[in-house]
């Protein structure tokens, strides 16, 4: 599946420091006085930054675990 956007994170993994690129949809909608915006992200495939090869899947759900709040947050920050 082809994803819009990325972002590349630095993240603390195990002892190990990693930098991942992180491809995503991102659908806003803006809302108006009465109601906050809502945001829905679509989060894809995780790459090594470094070598731009995909991390395995056993990995992506751990970091997924993990970090899935900060990712929605960095992505948010960024489109809002």
Request: proline content about 4%.
């Amino acid at each position: 599946m082809y994803y819009g956007n990325e972002h590349t994170f630095e993240l603390e993994y195990r002892g190990f420091n990693i930098e991942v690129s992180v491809e995503y949809d991102i659908a806003i909608d803006r809302g108006n006085q009465f109601n906050p915006p809502e945001v829905d992200i679509d989060f894809g495939d995780i790459f090594v930054a470094r070598t731009l090869k995909p991390i395995s899947q056993r990995l992506k759900k751990a970091l997924m675990a993990q970090y899935v709040e900060y990712f929605d947050e960095t992505v948010q920050e960024e489109h809002l």
